[in-house]
T-cell receptor, first 113, second 116 residues
Framework: EDQVTQSPEALRLQEGESSSLNCSYT??????LFWYRQDPGKGPEFLFT???AGEEKEKERLKATLTKKESFLHITAPKPEDSATYLC??????????????FGKGTLLTVNP | NAGVMQNPRHLVRRRGQEARLRCSPM?????VYWYRQLPEEGLKFMVY????????ESGMPKERFSAEFPKEGPSILRIQQVVRGDSAAYFC??????????????FGPGTRLTVL
């Protein structure tokens, strides 16, 4: 069974204090790894897709990287508006033309001014 | 608004009633997914649909739950005879298809179901 583990569960940073969130996974036949941001009371907002080990993607203060067993979401000089829950999900082929996403429980990031 | 739309945003039902949740996918998207999110838990896949077809319902409870995506109109997630354990946030997502880059799922704002 696919497993996605995110750590830490919660992270509190001061504004400008860079850090990284981790997503480790066990999946047979990874077809992609997704990062989402979720604000309280809202739906997940798509951030990145990574398809192969070694791939990196950047968006403003966020950079996502992927290895064969884990992904990191690096946050450089965060601001209070970066506070949210960050979700990681793995995509695998589950037969025919069907692909399935499995989510981790997320990391709750709080950035204090 | 070109995003995924869900309604209602909040739904309150008494035990034994029916709940109907609606989802309109993004323009140009023909694949719809439903997920359930409980407090302190991750998003759990329920069902994947294309127009007039259920592709994968492996995450959906066998009883009381059903889903459809008709040729015309929104996708519907239906929960019959609701129980307190059905209280959760239900999210709909849509994608252009399946396959490289087409798998990117975009989520709606969710429907928060409360069962009294």
């Amino acid at each position: 069974e696919d497993q996605v583990t995110q750590s830490p569960e919660a992270l509190r940073l001061q504004e400008g204090e860079s850090s990284s969130l981790n997503c480790s996974y066990t999946v047979s036949g990874l077809r992609g790894l997704f990062w989402y941001r979720q604000d309280p009371g809202k739906g997940p907002e798509f951030l990145f897709t990574l398809y192969s080990a070694g791939e990196e993607k950047e968006k403003e203060r966020l950079k996502a990287t992927l290895t064969k067993k884990e992904s990191f979401l690096h946050i450089t000089a965060p601001k209070p508006e970066d506070s949210a829950t960050y979700l990681c999900a793995v995509l695998r082929h589950s037969g025919g033309s069907n692909y399935k996403l499995t989510f981790g429980k997320g990391t709750l990031l709080t950035v204090n001014p | 608004n070109a995003g995924v739309m869900q309604n209602p945003r909040h739904l309150v039902r008494r035990r034994g009633q029916e709940a109907r949740l609606r989802c309109s996918p993004m323009k140009g998207h023909s694949h719809v997914y439903w997920y359930r999110q409980l407090p302190e838990e991750g998003l759990k896949f329920m069902v994947y649909l294309q127009k007039e077809n259920i592709i994968d319902e492996s995450g959906m409870p066998k009883e009381r739950f059903s889903a459809e995506f008709p040729k015309e109109g929104p996708s519907i997630l239906r929960i019959q005879q609701v129980v307190r354990g059905d209280s959760a946030a239900y999210f709909c997502a849509s994608s252009r298809g399946q396959g490289y880059s087409y798998n990117e799922q975009f989520f709606g704002p969710g429907t928060r179901l409360t069962v009294l």
